[in-house]
């Protein structure tokens, strides 16, 4: 398997990537404006399955096992196009799997296999992704045959896992239900390097501290899912490359044992592959004329297959049974010494200073040819580093210890960005439920609603109380790898009883308000949060003239402290909210794109963020209590005239200081309210502008509500996953 063997100095397949800038857009022409398509990205016309499909229904009506046996055939099915070293692609579909899950990263959830994104650009076409299209290409008569009831998303995800147990490890299960999207991701910030592999000094302030690499990221250079396997920049020092591995798997959410595992159980199956010169390859898939069928880095020049074929540029397997789940990996890293060497395409690796040619793994074509392994500086850095020996000391000294420990991180890896159990489809989910899983018991149903409404009714809270409660128990929700959200209560649990953004002081009243009507009513506290809100919201209509009714379903349960990863929850702390027009600091980075962010990760729409917001103003629900946006006499109220005000011309808007404005009245110079760029925003923004005026018209007030409603139910109940 090639894992990250990406190679800097070498003629290796990443010096013919393609430049990452697009060509220009509308968007190229204004590089300032508020770029909304975040919010608009895999809208159903770009969907061929029609509005009726349901991946998730048809999953179920899958023959797992037929599909699973079809899978083990296929990984030792060679075929001439691609053919398998050694007779066998256990190594090319955990390499594809991997890669597919590795992108994922802890700080915003972005990246993973959870869509099949390998699929398209620019992933498709990463220097380290070379000839995973290989992969894909292999698995498509699977894919044909089984059709809608397997994405492709499951499809790779299964194939690596499938791969492990045709090597002989006992794997710790598998769970389907991941939906295909149609189109490259908007949202993902890759970096904003405009080359391949641009040295890592680009995305630190100080490549010689790992932990000051730019956030959300997590792999080192543009284009490699983790850290240059020739070390750091290429250049190749074990004991800085282990610096950047330990930073790089903290931010995919893995702690030192299952970075170990990972790497030593990654390359326990495969090779790598640098047998030949990378100048004779065709460009990568997005770069590649017709002729190539879609798929990239072919062999123009010889034969390019087999044991002459080029990937990352370092030659030869870690093992001397590379087909095999056993110990080898440990047995060649630590029973040899090891010099550098480089490939015949020119990358630094690893190989042993002496070796019997018996441990030697044989040629992937010819049986009676022994070949020399090789290490990488990533496996070499599990040697060098102190901490990392330790643990795989610990390893090699219980074998069944190490293939239970990378079973689970394997586990971990393919399913991190799926959500919480609920999601899991099929018959081989683990009925053990890990932490990182964000587990959440069943809440109650049975208990009154309306008895419980009225008890918060009386209790004395504000309506802005109720409503920004709720509200910050709920955003945290993040589509991108469905953690976060209402269900289970966590806004009382560390870490987030303490954010600044959920104000502490103000939630710990409410909530010793909360708590006692939840524990009196047998409603979860999580229920009664949401529904606070809720009956916030219906006061705001209520004195708007509006006689609405929020809908509510019950159900959440309460996490407790042992049920929650609180170091896996800092990344979902919210350092702004354009809901509440709050930033916990300045940033580099502008308010509204913050809001646009927190937006996308809700899963909202540009609509459903501008009616959120002007209602939140309305109904004075600012963080700190702060009245920037809110441009009405009748705080409370939910009615539409934060977009009246905003959208009048009789106002001008001034700027003060601190990104802070005045709404003043252009005939007398009067200040009539302030605000600020996330209030001001959508009434420039084209985009918004036009948003906010339908919502300035005297005849959609009635709109505007059921618009709210909508919205904020949509948001309350984004984690219910029991209800989908």
């Known amino acids: 398997m090639d894992g990250n063997d990406i190679d800097t100095s070498g003629k290796c397949p990443i010096l ?44 179920k009506a899958l023959d797992v096992e037929a599909l699973k046996a079809d899978l083990r055939a296929l990984m030792t099915e060679s075929q001439d196009w691609w053919p398998a070293d050694w007779g066998s692609y256990v190594g090319m579909f955990a390499r594809v799997a991997w890669h597919a899950a590795g992108s994922y990263r802890l700080a915003d959830g972005r990246g993973g296999g959870g869509t099949g994104n390998q699929r398209f650009a620019p992933l498709n076409s990463w220097p380290d992704n070379v000839n995973t299209d290989k992969g894909r290409r292999l698995l498509w008569p699977i894919k044909k045959k089984y059709g809608n009831k397997i994405s492709w998303a499951d499809l790779i995800i299964l194939s690596g896992t499938v791969a492990y147990e045709v090597a002989g490890l006992k794997t710790f299960g598998f769970a389907f239900g991941r939906e295909d999207i149609w189109h490259p991701e908007n949202d993902v910030y890759w970096g904003a390097e405009k080359e391949w592999l641009a040295p890592s000094d680009s995305r630190y302030g100080n490549v010689e501290d790992p932990a000051t690499m730019e956030n959300p990221l997590a792999a080192v250079q543009m284009g490699l899912i983790y850290v240059n396997p020739e070390g750091v920049n290429g250049q190749p020092d074990p004991a800085k490359t282990a610096e950047q591995i330990r930073e790089t798997f903290k931010r995919m959410a893995m702690n030192d044992e299952e970075t170990a595992a990972l790497t030593a159980g990654g390359h326990t199956i495969g090779k790598s592959h640098g047998n030949g010169s990378a100048d004779n390859l065709s460009p990568d898939p997005e770069s590649a004329g017709p002729e190539f069928q879609g798929v990239g880095w072919m062999n123009t020049k010889g034969r390019g297959i087999g044991r002459d074929t080029v990937v990352s540029g370092i030659e030869g397997a870690w093992t001397a049974n590379p087909t095999q789940w056993d110990m080898g990996w440990f047995d060649m890293l630590f029973g040899h010494e090891w010099e550098l060497k480089k490939s015949p395409a020119g990358a630094w690796q690893w190989e042993p200073v002496e070796i019997d040619e018996a441990d030697m793994p044989v040629d992937v074509e010819d049986p009676s040819i022994r070949c020399m392994p090789m290490m990488t500086d990533a496996d070499m850095a599990m040697k060098v580093d102190p901490i990392y020996n330790e643990i795989c000391q610990k390893f090699r000294a219980d074998p069944d210890y190490f293939s239970d420990t990378f079973a689970r991180a394997w586990f971990k890896l393919t399913h991190r960005d799926m959500g919480p159990k609920a999601r899991y489809i099929g018959p081989d989910v683990p009925q053990e439920e890990l932490v990182w899983m964000d587990p959440v018991p069943a809440g109650s149903t049975d208990y009154n609603v309306n008895a419980v409404k009225a008890k918060i009714a009386e209790s004395g809270l504000s309506l802005s109380e109720l409503v920004s409660t709720a509200w910050d128990s709920a955003r945290t929700y993040r589509g991108s790898d469905m953690r976060g959200g209402a269900n289970g209560a966590r806004i009382r649990l560390a870490p987030q009883k303490d954010w600044a953004g959920n104000e502490p002081d103000r939630l710990a009243r409410v909530l010793s308000v909360l708590e006692p009507i939840a524990a009196q009513s047998g409603a979860s506290i999580a229920d009664v949060i949401v529904l606070a809100g809720n009956l916030g919201v219906e006061q705001a209509a209520k004195a708007a003239g509006h006689d609405i009714s929020v809908p509510f379903a019950p159900g959440r349960g309460d996490a407790t402290d042992e049920m929650t990863d609180a170091e896996s ?47 939140m103003r309305a109904m004075d629900t600012n963080h700190g209590g702060t009245k920037h946006g809110v441009f009405t006499n009748r705080p409370g109220a939910l ?43 959508f009434g420039s923004n084209s985009i918004l502008r036009s948003y906010a005026e339908v919502y300035a018209q005297d005849d959609n007030q009635s709109k505007f509500v059921k618009d709210f409603v909508a919205a904020w139910t949509k948001v309350m109940n984004a984690d219910r996953f029991d209800l989908s």
Request: charged residues 25%.
């Open 639 to 681: 009615t539409t005239d934060f977009f009246e005000n905003l959208t009048d011309m009789a106002y001008q808007w001034v700027p003060v200081d601190d990104g802070i404005y005045e709404i003043r009245d252009r005939k007398t110079g009067a200040v009539r309210w302030t605000a600020t760029r996330m209030d001001l925003v």
């Open 16 to 59: 013919h990537g393609s430049n990452t800038e697009s060509s220009k857009s509308v968007m190229d022409w204004w590089p300032n404006a508020l770029n909304l398509d975040i919010l608009h990205q895999h809208d159903t016309k770009t969907n061929p399955m029609g509005p009726d499909f349901n991946y998730r229904e048809e999953v």
């Open 569 to 615: 929850f800092e990344p979902l702390e919210p350092l702004a909210d354009g809901y509440r027009n709050w930033e916990k600091s300045d940033y580099v980075v502008s308010p509204e794109e913050l809001m646009l962010d927190r937006t996308q990760l809700l899963g909202l729409t540009a609509k459903e963020m501008t009616v959120l917001v002007g209602g």
